[in-house]
């Protein structure tokens, strides 16, 4: 009877040892895959930006970037073309009417037509 307990004992100390043992594996198991899953949706990010600064890279290779550049940042022309430059007219906003007419007055009659407008109410 003695010996019965003790064969018990030692199987279940057996058997808890390995259910523990075997959760700690499937833990592992299942934080690996999290992380390979991770990784796997990292790398094909990296491709995909890869790809994009490839393409990129081509397209700064080409005449046409030279050129659009030439003409954004330096502001050079091909020979025989005109330059137009439109200005905004700007407007105030509480107004809302131009007020390129009053800012070519000299500074004189642009305080004289405040203040006057200011004693007519």
């Known amino acids: 009877m003695q010996k019965n307990v003790i064969v018990t004992r030692i ?3 057996l058997l808890v ?8 594996v499937m833990v592992q198991t299942y934080s690996a895959s999290s992380r390979t899953n991770t990784l796997e949706g990292e790398v094909s990010g990296l491709k995909t930006q890869y790809k994009e600064l ?8 080409t005449a046409e970037y ?6 954004d940042r330096l502001q050079l022309v091909k020979q025989g073309e005109t330059v137009v430059v439109i200005e905004e007219v700007p407007t105030d906003p509480l107004v809302g009417k131009e ?3 009053e800012l070519t007055q000299p500074v004189v009659l642009q305080w004289k ?9």
């Open 113 to 121: 037509g405040l203040l006057s407008a200011g004693l007519r109410w």
């Open 66 to 71: 030279v050129e659009k550049e030439a003409r």
């Open 17 to 24: 040892f390995v259910v523990f043992n075997l959760v700690k």
């Open 99 to 101: 007020v390129a007419s």
């Open 11 to 13: 199987i279940l100390v």
């Open 54 to 61: 490839e393409q990129e890279k081509a397209y700064r290779q």
